[in-house]
């Protein structure tokens, strides 16, 4: 191997290097808010999104939101879903999406969706130590929320869900009665931390 080719070698691991640890430090950094339906990867999210606020503009719901300059420079004005508040209600157009002429939020080719067309957004669990049905009272508040066949099951007067069907849209959650909600809302897991971390409010 000449001089040449060693130098170029070597800026080539290092930039590797470089653009794994800025990956894992944007995805520790995530954890802190749940993006839009078929969002990219952070960084590649962070890379693709113009702050054009389209996606936000377009959603029914009024869910999406531009995260505050407080949380860094460098997400200032990227979306972010507000599931603490309302539920995504998976909208068939997916006008979200539509709407992002970047590609920043992008919905997979039919052959690589593994998810059965539902995209996962966040990670929902029911507390049996809040839920009225769980301690006596009848509810079913949450009954009928759920835009996923199966996700949200009973269990005579009881609701479960089903882990392995939901995809975190806090619909159920949006329609809880209590406050504080027993339905609770986390950012999905990723390989660089799998501990449950606050979501980022809504405006």
């Given at each position: 191997?000449?001089?040449?080719?060693?130098?170029?070698?070597?800026?080539k691991?290092?930039?590797?290097?470089?653009?794994?640890?800025?990956?894992?430090?944007?995805?520790?950094?995530?954890k802190?808010?749940?993006?839009?339906?078929?969002?990219?990867?952070?960084?590649?999210?962070?890379?693709?999104?113009?702050?054009?606020?389209?996606c936000?503009?377009a959603?029914?719901?009024?869910?999406?939101?531009?995260?505050?300059a407080?949380?860094?420079?460098?997400?200032?004005?990227?979306?972010?879903?507000?599931?603490?508040?309302?539920?995504?209600?998976?909208?068939?157009?997916?006008?979200?999406?539509?709407?992002?002429?970047?590609?920043?939020?992008?919905?997979?080719?039919?052959?690589?969706?593994?998810?059965?067309?539902?995209?996962?957004?966040?990670?929902?669990?029911?507390?049996?130590?809040?839920?009225?049905?769980?301690?006596?009272?009848?509810?079913?508040?949450?009954?009928?929320?759920?835009?996923?066949?199966?996700?949200l099951l009973?269990?005579?007067?009881?609701?479960r869900?089903?882990?392995?069907?939901?995809?975190?849209?806090?619909?159920?959650r949006?329609?809880?009665?209590?406050?504080?909600?027993?339905?609770?809302?986390?950012?999905?897991?990723?390989?660089?931390?799998?501990?449950?971390?606050?979501?980022a409010?809504?405006?």
């Amino acid at each position: 191997m000449d001089r040449r080719a060693f130098f170029r070698r070597g800026l080539k691991e290092v930039a590797e290097v470089a653009v794994k640890h800025v990956d894992a430090q944007v995805s520790r950094q995530a954890k802190r808010w749940i993006r839009p339906p078929y969002a990219l990867d952070e960084l590649e999210f962070l890379l693709a999104c113009t702050r054009c606020e389209a996606c936000a503009e377009a959603c029914p719901q009024q869910l999406i939101f531009p995260l505050p300059a407080r949380l860094s420079a460098q997400v200032a004005g990227t979306p972010a879903l507000d599931l603490l508040n309302r539920g995504c209600r998976l909208c068939p157009e997916w006008p979200c999406v539509t709407a992002c002429e970047p590609g920043a939020l992008r919905r997979p080719d039919s052959a690589q969706d593994e998810s059965g067309g539902w995209p996962e957004l966040a990670v929902a669990t029911l507390d049996t130590r809040a839920c009225l049905p769980y301690l006596g009272p009848e509810c079913g508040a949450c009954a009928g929320s759920c835009p996923v066949p199966g996700a949200l099951l009973w269990e005579g007067e009881r609701p479960r869900i089903d882990a392995d069907l939901c995809v975190g849209c806090g619909s159920c959650r949006e329609a809880c009665i209590l406050e504080p909600r027993a339905i609770e809302i986390r950012t999905l897991p990723t390989d660089v931390s799998t501990s449950a971390n606050t979501v980022a409010p809504g405006p």
